[in-house]
């Protein structure tokens, strides 16, 4: 079977098929990367011998007759911000260049359960802060389809690796569109669960109330099966819910799509999003009409506000979050001299963190401070509390919502890094279901379905046969 043609289902198929062994198809792949990620670079480090073994404890378990679940042997490619014990952990920053986790992410330790095998940690912005991927400290990834233009971001690595088939799927996080908005640019799927669906128990946090780990795959069938994986209650995650996913996720009914009606935000189509992306999305509503499906147009009318609430809260959460990374405690930057202390602190932070982590640290710590946190912060947070409104009261009318995922196509390297706030404004689409906890799933061409908390199974099913209605025309 050609790398090409691998999803999660047909890998799964192929070994109990016997048509090939998890080690040969996981030595394909690594041949494969050593090829092609030179000119992606996707990845930021491997761990052959780590992956062999798992392979092998895979075709071991199906040779004496253990069964075959459908994430036995799957190779997959980790965001590096997601720990894997004794593999490196940089959250692509030289503050953690030198720094190997101790310990499993319960996402990971869920996976290490299912028999799945992990190729390496893939590149990102540093400390999951940017929209392209250019903000990593060892590279750019570039987009497998188009190498002048970015991946998008954060989770650049882990939607170009997906898309250049460099790993049947990957994990992503997404604090603020950062698994969907690269998904699109590379013409993958991804879904961002509910907030608590998922533990982010190893994940290096960024912004703490918004931060969700979430799969990106080839195709919905895929996310839907690595979600189930994931998903559930964790005790060492406070904000993980109890809420349990059944066959739903997988068991899709063309009768219940046939009742549902989807709402069209106005907001969400404004002359601030490109007219080729809406050309295609309002595509995308016409084939769901075909369907059976009915559409309504709604309103969110605190939407404009969402990209200022966004990067008042979530700087704000970044300046608590990495106060812990001092360059002391992890992984000190090299060559560092100092008079005392506090000029070590000084140095070690100026030397570790790049220009985007220290600006996002400084506004977050000016709008914490004393005078300024009603006047910026409070603020935000009320209105956060408005746009969440605006997603239940929309929802009393239907069931999901369809929007673009980006309001631009993906774009060159350096086209927006001189202006932070024209790279700020591609999250703005994506941003509004981080602030209300809300699922979303980001499909090809360009349009993302948001769903009432803890109802991933309702976009999942719209997802799914719309994927099957353009693949069988």
């Known amino acids: 079977m050609h790398l090409h043609d691998l999803t999660i289902k047909k890998f799964n198929q192929g070994l109990v098929n016997k048509e090939f062994t998890a080690l040969e198809m996981v030595q394909q792949l690594y041949k494969f990367i050593e090829k092609e990620d030179k000119k992606i670079n996707s990845y930021l480090s491997l761990d052959k011998e780590a992956a062999y073994l798992q392979a092998e404890a895979?075709?071991?378990?199906?040779?004496?007759?253990?069964?075959?679940?459908?994430?036995?042997?799957?190779p997959l490619a980790i965001k590096d911000n997601i720990l894997i014990a004794d593999q490196p952990a940089t959250a692509a920053s030289k503050m953690l260049e030198n720094y190997t986790a101790t310990y499993d992410a319960t996402v990971i330790r869920k996976?290490?359960?299912?028999?799945?095998?992990?190729?390496?940690?893939?590149?990102?912005?540093?400390f999951a802060m940017g929209s392209s991927t250019e903000n990593s400290a060892f590279g750019n990834t570039k987009n497998p389809h188009?190498?002048?233009?970015?991946?998008?971001?954060?989770?650049?690595?882990?939607?170009?690796a997906v898309?250049?088939?460099?790993?049947?799927?990957?994990?992503?996080?997404?604090?603020?569109?950062?698994?969907?908005?690269?998904?699109?640019?590379c013409q993958v799927v991804a879904l961002k669960p509910t907030y608590g669906a998922v533990s982010r128990y190893g994940l290096i946090a960024m912004a703490s109330s918004?931060?969700?780990?979430?799969?990106?795959?080839?195709?919905?069938?895929?996310?839907?099966?690595?979600?189930?994986?994931?998903?559930?209650?964790?005790?060492?995650?406070?904000?993980?819910?109890e809420v349990i996913y059944?066959?739903?996720?997988?068991?899709?009914?063309?009768?219940?799509?046939?009742?549902?009606?989807?709402?069209?935000?106005?907001?969400?189509?404004?002359?601030?999003?490109?007219?080729?992306?809406?050309?295609?999305?309002?595509?995308?509503?016409?084939?769901?009409?075909?369907?059976?499906?009915?559409?309504?147009?709604?309103?969110?009318?605190?939407?404009k506000y969402a990209i200022s609430c966004y990067y008042i809260i979530m700087p704000a959460e970044v300046s608590a979050n990495l106060a812990r990374f001092d360059g002391i405690r992890y992984s000190p930057p090299e060559g560092v001299k100092a008079k005392n202390l506090a000029d070590l602190y000084l140095k070690n932070r100026s030397k570790g963190f790049g220009k985007e982590v220290k600006r996002r640290i400084m506004l977050g710590t000016?709008?914490?401070?004393?005078?300024?946190?009603?006047?910026?912060?409070?603020?935000?947070?009320?209105?956060?509390?408005?746009?969440?409104?605006?997603?239940?009261?929309?929802?009393?009318?239907?069931?999901?919502?369809?929007?673009?995922?980006?309001?631009?196509?993906?774009?060159?390297?350096?086209?927006?890094?001189?202006?932070?706030?024209s790279m700020y404004m591609t999250d703005v689409l994506t941003v509004p279901a981080n602030l209300a906890g809300l699922p979303a799933l980001s499909m090809p061409?360009?349009?993302?379905?948001?769903?009432?908390?803890?109802?991933?199974?309702?976009?999942?099913?719209?997802?799914?046969?719309?994927?099957?209605?353009?693949?069988?025309?």
């Open 111 to 126: 996976l290490r359960n299912e028999g799945a095998v992990f190729l390496g940690k893939t590149n990102m912005d540093e």
């Open 58 to 74: 895979a075709d071991l378990a199906i040779a004496k007759g253990k069964g075959v679940g459908p994430l036995t042997g799957v």
């Open 210 to 241: 918004l931060d969700q780990i979430g799969p990106i795959t080839k195709n919905v069938e895929d996310a839907a099966t690595l979600f189930q994986a994931i998903s559930g209650h964790d005790e060492k995650d406070a904000t993980s819910s």
């Open 366 to 421: 000016f709008v914490l401070s004393s005078g300024y946190y009603d006047a910026y912060y409070a603020k935000a947070q009320k209105v956060r509390s408005l746009i969440k409104q605006d997603f239940d009261q929309a929802f009393k009318d239907v069931d999901v919502i369809l929007t673009p995922v980006s309001p631009t196509k993906p774009f060159k390297f350096k086209e927006k890094t001189k202006d932070p706030l």
């Open 163 to 185: 898309a250049a088939h460099l790993a049947v799927a990957s994990l992503g996080s997404d604090t603020g569109g950062s698994i969907r908005q690269p998904a699109d640019f």
């Open 146 to 160: 188009d190498s002048k233009l970015v991946p998008g971001g954060s989770s650049g690595g882990s939607a170009a």
């Open 246 to 303: 059944g066959d739903e996720l997988s068991n899709h009914k063309i009768e219940k799509l046939k009742k549902m009606v989807i709402g069209l935000p106005k907001e969400y189509f404004d002359k601030g999003v490109d007219k080729e992306i809406i050309k295609k999305v309002k595509k995308v509503v016409k084939d769901l009409e075909g369907l059976g499906i009915k559409f309504k147009e709604i309103s969110l009318p605190h939407t």
């Open 445 to 473: 061409p360009g349009f993302q379905l948001i769903g009432q908390h803890w109802r991933e199974a309702d976009i999942l099913n719209i997802g799914h046969y719309y994927e099957h209605v353009q693949n069988s025309s």
